[in-house]
């Protein structure tokens, strides 16, 4: 089961209470406090393990509490200290404290290890309270008490190029296509219900990492449909590929319109991501001429359409796509407006590449 987002109750364990003993051994007269002291409670922490891909193992508990130090003991023994909590999670998760919403650690990185709480410090048994004018002293310590805080664990997949697109216009198909990913694929809308990962191979050495989430449809940003409740794994991407059908009943204008306002309204940094654009399902077109659809839509973006081929394109279908040889690039326009088919690999490859490089624009 995916679960992206938990809230419970942690605790650090308590301090152990010191002890109040005394020497009794045969002939050792009075031979003097010797309470020890208790052991530290348990801290709290946090850990990244990228064999871990979701926050399941969380769901059902609402607190999670690390032990108790031990009491100390009699003889100048010290009560043992207890062992620290180590929470397992993903990469990309971020901790969360949820009362007051503020972001505590963002964790991404690898074995990064990170602690959240400190477990309370062990009383002093009455060996420390010994003196001149207290020799016989029974007062000790108790144990410090733990922390406690209420947390929300959220995590935001981390990828290079997301997918965003309406409900079944191919992004499924196009990421199993292009990547190692074995998405569900199914001609009904809504069939990912979960994010999906790939990894995109580009030649034997260099390669990327491409994020489906389920469609987003109008009304995404204000809670319809499942597009919302996902968006967030699209928050650490460094480029967006929007993903248009122009078999779709939507005109392509429509739809780009649609999915920019969405994004807009969700967040304005994610908005302004670099961007590109596949036109999705060009086998299965039955307007009147896609040629000059295509055309209308790059014009009404106020681009125009590309002469150069440097990708390799494999069909005379217009497009689009930044001369980075003469001007520099702008992350206001897509970097590119290509056409592909999932089905017929219509350019599928082409676009890899393409890809690569939008992303090398992004660093």
Known sequence: MFIDSVEFTVSSGKGGQGCASFRREK???????????????????????????????????TVLKAEN???????NMTGKSAPALTLIVPPGTQVIDAQTDEVLFDLLEEGQKVKLLEGGKGGLGNVHFKNSRNQRPTYFQPGLPGEKREIRLELKLIADVGLVGYPNVGKSTLIST???????????????????????????Y????????????????????????????IERTKTLL????????????????????????FSEELS????????????????????????????ELGLEVSNSNDFGFDSNLPYFIQDLTMSRFDSSKP???????SVTHLNTKSIRFALYELLGQSK
């Open 178 to 204: 292009v990547s190692n990913a074995e998405p569900e694929i199914a001609n009904y809308e809504f069939t990912t219900l979960t994010p999906k990962l790939g990894v995109v191979e580009v030649g034997e």
């Open 206 to 233: 260099s390669s990327f990492v491409m994020a489906d989430i389920p469609g987003i449809i109008d009304g995404a940003s204000e809670g319809r449909g499942l597009g919302l409740e996902f968006l967030r794994h």
């Open 69 to 75: 130090g031990k009491p100390g003991m009699g003889r």
């Open 27 to 61: 002939f050792v007269v009075k031979g003097g406090p010797d309470g020890g002291d208790g052991g530290r409670g348990g801290d709290v922490y946090f850990q990244v393990d990228s064999n871990t891909d979701t926050l399941s193992w969380y769901k059902g508990r």
């Open 335 to 341: 970097f590119f407006i290509l056409p592909i088919s």
């Open 272 to 299: 302004g991501r670099n961007y590109a654009i596949a036109l999705t399902k060009v086998d299965a077109y039955y307007g009147e001429d896609l040629h000059e659809d295509i055309k209308n839509f790059i014009k």
């Open 242 to 265: 929007f993903t248009i059908d122009v078999a779709n009943y939507r005109t392509i204008v429509d739809q780009y319109a649609v999915l920019k306002e969405e994004l807009k309204k």
